[in-house]
């Protein structure tokens, strides 16, 4: 019920005095209505007394009641909505009306008047003085007027009548007025607590803020997080538009933007901003100055810069982070509203920024002494590291590794240095990948370097001092070389790197290098020194057990077989290959692979370019080649050749000689990238050499079988040339002889097809007169013949006097093939020379390619020549026997003719001789006759 009544009066306004007079005009409403309703009660129980009726009409009906409750209703509801001035109005200037009228309509109420009085008393709560003076007058002339036309009342009526209203309502003004004051003061006093509670609120939320901010950077020691969760942290905690962190650099001359937070700070950080300590700005007088320097209006302050990048600024505040008496760097915070930092703020945020200092500088003190664990962290690591392996080479490349982790470095490379310091030599190259920084390219070389090139190194040799400088070889920018030494012995030099986008080397840096250097250097004495004596052993070992199976394989397929059983028993590997180099030097021909327990066929597969393949890489370089990470891109990169199934990891060595590279032997294993340790590697270094001189001496020996077995062959080719000299020098007769020679030449050099071509003169033909075999039968009863100088071998020797080869018929386009020989292969033609005079030719054919080696091809040509000379001098013969005979022939017919007197004798003696020289009869001879006509002519004639 008292909730619904609460309900029912709560005035809707949110001011205290507006619900304050608003809940008197309600209350002053209700008591008029009551009052009323009492005295419309009242009346009627003193005329019920008096008469012993009750009127139900008249003037006195409840009318008037219900008219003033229906006034009262709204007055309430003007009132309930936040009106009270409006509601109180209505309300009682319609009741003052109405009560002055019914004054005058029932002469003798003597109650109604005065409870005019609370009109005024409502309207000087609910307005003002001055209008409830005035409702005063309406209602004080009013009923003055009803007084002076009533013959009830006199003057003394109406004197006391205003002193009663005026009296009441002076007090009322003057009730209304000290109230009034008392609001005004309570409303001062509420203000002023106000501001005093949003004051003190204010400093509690900036001490909340600043605590948590405090908490939060002490929770971080790592300096990048710690610089981010500050700058962070303000800016969420405090709401600020920017808040940047800016700390001294190494120099302490510059002020370094560390970390910045807010809605424009990327482009901030992105600039990688700094300003010099002695620069015009609000941060570097802060600096300066080590005092708070606060700038309230950006827009009327001359000491404030202007930053493009940050335009929404219009209040700033600089504090210096101070810390044991050092400047540390500054706090800057700028807000997006003029006046933002007050004189309290400013205390309190410099109380932030003292415990923001104690947190950078314990950051940075534990950072100091997490270095130096740190380093010696690593110095251990890298005395763990560096034990754990015996090969020099193994040593080095680990060495450089850890140097350019823990230093980020870009590059690290250590020269070694002979004791004498007269030779520098680069032993191993690490450095960044340029599509991927964390990983490392190993490169090992044993490059001989001209000090003059490095006069950085030259100085760290002479004063065995550190030194840095900065170089221009992008993308390094700053170098720092150390020496590589144990007490007084030099052992080489360490040369490092960073990019430009890095920072210098730091004396920290300097001073963990020179650490690591040392710690480098003693192991490397103690594994030299191991390594040495373990590598006698070992080789010894290796060597007399491999030389001992080597030496029993009277093959190369032997010795391969016995070199894989051994190293595959000692490693694990999958597979193995040996390849050779050739003579020329250029290629690799495949001879042996084993995989997975049976030899590889390796007929098909073609020389390799040693510019190609990770063989060749190893024959360029000379050097071990152990690939087990990035297989397949180094693949391609070098166009390796896959042969059998893929490797994870590969192990080539060169095959040297006597400073002689011989070819490259190479295992594999297909599941394990870590299957070969560095002892394995030294392991198969010394099992090479054995296996480089057992192949090498096998190879000489091949050589040698095979020039002993030239020199058979070509002791054999000589006597067969000499035989076929000594037949065709004895043979006096052309056709016998050339028949003779080319069967000869067919049967002792072995070959498919023998042809003669002599030189036609008359013609300018090359005629065949010989040759072997069906084929040479058919060419000669077809009269075979090529032209001199054509498009055919026998052409162009006979043309030039240059013998002319095919080695493989399928190779040459321009050889045409003979349908009487489909199985030639390769071809030779020599010319047939004598006296500077080309008189044939001979071509020689073989079923196999590159048949006509150079040495064979002399033989036949010397041959070629003997065979000119004996054909050119049964020419000769013939010709000589020839003339002789008809010298013979002269003499005897002068002999006859000298004998005859007779003329007939001699005319017969001389035709006869005639007819027997030309072959021709019969012959007549006509003396002092007519000649005969041309027909008789011509048939004595033939």
């Known amino acids: 019920m008292l909730s619904w009544l609460s309900d029912l009066f709560r005035i809707e306004s949110t001011d205290p005095e507006t619900q304050q007079n608003g809940r008197i005009v309600q209350a002053l409403i209700l008591l008029t209505v009551f009052l009323l309703i009492v005295r419309a009660v009242s009346g009627y129980l003193q005329i019920w007394i008096d008469e012993q009726t009750l009127p139900l009409s008249g003037p006195r009906t409840p009318l008037r009641i219900l008219v003033v409750l229906f006034l009262a209703s709204i007055s309430l509801y003007r009132v309930r909505k936040g009106h009270p001035r409006q509601g109180a109005h209505l309300f009682f200037s319609f009741f003052s009306a109405a009560i002055i009228l019914f004054l005058f309509a029932n002469i003798g109420e003597d109650v109604l008047p005065y409870l005019l009085i609370i009109t005024v008393l409502a309207i000087a709560y609910a307005d003002s003085f001055r209008i409830a003076a005035i409702y005063l007058v309406i209602i004080g002339s009013g009923v003055s007027t009803f007084y002076y036309f009533s013959d009830a009342y006199n003057l003394f009526d109406i004197i006391a009548y205003w002193i009663v209203i005026g009296g009441i309502s002076l007090t009322a003004w003057l009730t209304n007025r000290f109230r009034e004051q008392v609001l005004i003061r309570l409303r001062q006093i509420s203000r002023d607590l106000s501001q005093k509670t949003n004051l003190l609120q204010h400093r509690t939320q900036q001490f909340q803020y600043s605590v948590r901010v405090s ?41 370094v933007l560390r970390e910045a937070a807010g809605k424009d700070a990327k482009a901030k950080k992105d600039q990688s901003y700094e300003l010099p300590l002695d620069a015009n700005t609000l941060v570097c007088w802060a600096a300066q100055n080590r005092t708070a320097r606060l700038i309230t209006n950006t827009n009327t302050d001359s000491d404030f810069n202007t930053d493009l990048l940050l335009p929404e600024t219009h209040s700033e505040l600089a504090l210096p982070l101070i810390a044991r008496g050092n400047l540390l760097g500054v706090l800057d915070i700028q807000s997006q509203e003029s006046d933002t930092f007050q004189s309290e703020d400013i205390t309190i945020l410099q109380l932030m920024a003292n415990q923001i200092a104690i947190n950078l500088d314990n950051a940075h003190l534990f950072a100091e002494v997490e270095h130096r664990l740190n380093e010696t962290n690593q110095l251990l690591e890298l005395n763990n590291l560096l034990a754990t392996t015996q090969d020099v080479g193994e040593l080095y490349r680990r060495a450089a590794r850890v140097f350019v982790e823990q230093l980020e470095c870009a590059r690290c490379i250590i020269y070694e240095i002979t004791p004498d310091s007269e030779r520098i030599t680069m032993s191993v190259t690490c450095q960044a990948n340029e599509d991927d920084s964390q990983e490392w390219m190993l490169e090992t070389s044993d490059q001989e370097i001209d000090p003059n090139a490095l006069p950085l190194t030259a100085k760290v040799v002479e004063t065995q001092e550190a030194y840095q400088e900065q170089i221009d070889e992008p993308p390094h920018h700053y170098c720092l070389e150390i020496p590589l030494q144990y007490r007084d012995q030099l052992l080489g030099t360490i040369h490092l790197c960073r990019q430009e986008t890095q920072e210098p080397f730091s004396p920290g840096d300097v001073q963990l290098a020179r650490a690591m250097a040392s710690q480098t ?9 191991t390594a040495d004596a373990q590598g006698r052993i070992a080789q010894l070992s290796t060597i007399n057990r491999i030389t001992t199976a080597l030496s029993l394989a009277p093959t190369l397929k032997d010795i391969f077989t016995s070199a894989r059983r051994e190293i595959l028993s000692m490693l694990e590997a999958t597979g193995m290959s040996i390849v050779l180099l050739d003579k020329d030097g250029q290629h690799l021909h495949w001879v042996y692979g084993y995989e997975y327990g049976q030899e590889v066929d390796l007929s098909q597969i073609p020389p390799i370019p040693i510019t190609k393949g990770f063989s060749g890489y190893v024959v360029r370089t000379r050097e071990p080649l152990l690939i087990n990470k990035h297989l397949t891109e180094l693949r391609e990169e070098l166009q390796a050749i896959t042969v059998g199934a893929p490797a994870s990891t590969w192990l080539g060595l060169p095959l040297i000689v ?12 297909e599941y394990d990238p870590d299957a070969f340790s560095p002892q394995d590697v ?4 010394t099992i090479a050499g054995p296996i480089a001189i057992a192949i090498n001496n096998l190879l000489q020996f091949e050589e040698i079988q095979k020039a002993l077995e030239f020199q058979s062959q070509q002791r054999t080719r000589l006597q067969a040339a000499a035989d076929i000299a000594a037949a065709t020098t004895s043979i006096l007769d052309l056709d016998t002889l050339i028949n003779q020679a080319v069967n000869l030449i067919q049967e002792r050099f072995e070959l498919y097809y023998v042809g003669l071509f002599l030189i036609d003169a008359t013609t300018n033909y090359a005629v065949l007169r010989a040759g072997t075999g069906e084929a040479g039968k058919v060419q000669l ?18 043309a030039d006097g240059v013998p002319r080869i095919t080695q493989d018929v399928t190779q040459d386009k321009e050889w045409r093939p003979n349908p009487y020989l489909p199985d030639t292969r390769s071809e030779l033609a020599i010319p047939l020379r004598v006296r500077g005079q080309i008189v044939g030719a001979l071509t020689v054919q073989s079923t196999q390619p590159n048949a006509f080696h150079p040495e064979l091809i002399s033989v036949l040509q010397t041959m070629g020549d003997q065979l000119a000379v004996a054909i050119e001098n049964v020419r000769l013969l013939t010709d000589a026997e020839a003339r002789a005979a ?51 002519q011509d048939r004595n004639s033939s």
């Open 781 to 798: 009863a077809a009269g075979h013949k090529l032209k001199v100088g054509g498009h055919s071998l026998i052409g162009g020797a006979t």
């Open 682 to 685: 030294a392991l198969l270094k």
């Open 215 to 255: 908490q939060v950077a002490s929770t971080s020691l790592e300096p990048t997080s710690l610089f981010k969760t500050i700058v962070q942290s303000i800016h969420e905690q405090f709401g600020y538009y920017h808040v940047a962190l800016f700390l001294l650099d190494q120099t302490n001359q510059k002020l």
């Open 521 to 529: 250097a003693v192991t490397l004495l103690n594994t030299r020194l």
């Open 658 to 669: 006597t400073n002689k590279l011989i070819g490259v032997l190479a295992v594999e294993n």
């Open 886 to 936: 008809q010298q013979t022939t002269l003499n005897q017919i002068s002999r006859q003719l000298h004998q005859s007197v007779n003329v007939e004798e001699i005319v017969r003696v001389g035709l006869q001789a005639i007819a027997e020289q030309l072959q021709i009869t019969p012959v007549e001879l006509h003396l002092g006759r007519t000649v005969p006509d041309s027909s008789t």
